[in-house]
C-alpha cells in the first residue's frame, strides 16, 4: 500500500498551489479520501475530505471557500486545490485512505510565505 504527496513548495500569500496523493495497493473506490494538516507544534487536523464515489465533501471551516478538495478514481489519486492561501495554512499536508483499513501518506510540506 503506497500514499505518495506531491506538489508542496514555496508560495507566497495569496497564491495557490494544487496537491495531488497517488494511491495504489488497495481498491481506491472502496475508501474514502481526507487530506489532514500539521503545523510545527501543534496536532494533526482533517482539512478536507471526499467519500468513495465522490460528490459530497467536508471542510475545516479555516479553508472553506478556498480548497476544493476532488478525486480521479480513473487514476487513484485525490487532489487539494489551495487557493488564496495564508501564512497559517503553512503545514505539512498528509492523505489518508479510510475504509476497511486506514492508510497514511508521508506528506508533502507546504511553506506559505512572502
Known amino acids: 500500500v503506497q500514499l505518495v504527496e506531491s506538489g508542496g513548495g514555496l508560495v507566497q500569500p495569496g497564491g495557490s498551489l494544487r496537491l495531488s496523493c497517488a494511491a495504489s495497493g488497495f481498491t481506491f473506490t472502496d475508501y474514502a479520501m481526507n487530506w489532514y494538516r500539521q503545523a510545527p507544534g501543534k496536532e494533526r487536523d482533517l482539512v478536507a475530505s471526499i467519500p468513495s464515489a465522490g460528490g459530497s465533501t467536508n471542510y475545516a471551516n479555516s479553508v472553506k471557500g478556498r480548497f476544493t478538495i476532488s478525486r480521479d478514481n480513473a487514476k487513484n489519486t485525490v487532489y487539494l486545490q489551495m487557493n488564496s492561501l495564508k501564512p497559517e495554512d503553512t503545514a505539512m499536508y498528509y492523505c489518508?485512505?479510510?475504509?476497511?483499513?486506514?492508510?497514511w501518506g508521508q506528506g508533502t510540506q507546504v511553506t506559505v510565505s512572502s
Open positions: 489518508r485512505a479510510v475504509g476497511r483499513y486506514a492508510y
